[in-house]
């Protein structure tokens, strides 16, 4: 098992920055790849960026230029930096670990609102 805790969220104007952190705990394969999804109201929970082990990223379109993930294998966190934000980044974040198709996690989730 593995337990994910996310910190970080909260409200922000429009064009400010808010950064988020996951730190990992339980039973950690190297190799694995930990993310952050997100889901707003009525819609399905989407893909924001993801960090392998060996920090090959990925990114939604939606967000790249604005957000950088990042992580600390020595303490099995991953951050999203969120620069940039807009009224269509509100949703909900959630961590995500994945090692294979057996060993896939989430938190619990982040609340994130930006205001105009």
């Known amino acids: 098992q593995v337990q994910l805790v996310e910190s970080g969220g909260g409200l922000v104007q429009a064009g400010g920055s808010l950064r988020l952190s996951c730190a990992a705990s339980?039973?950690?394969?190297?190799?694995?790849?930990m993310g952050w999804y997100r889901q707003a109201p009525g819609k399905q929970r989407e893909l924001v960026a993801t960090i392998t082990s060996g920090t090959m990223t990925n990114y939604a379109d939606s967000v790249k230029g604005r957000f950088t993930i990042s992580r600390d294998n020595a303490k099995n966190t991953v951050y999203l930096q969120m620069n940039s934000l807009k009224p269509e980044d509100t949703a909900v974040y959630y961590c995500n670990y994945r090692y294979d198709r057996f060993h896939e996690y989430w938190g619990h989730g982040t609340q994130v609102t930006v205001f105009s």
């Open positions: 339980g039973d950690i394969f190297s190799g694995n790849t």
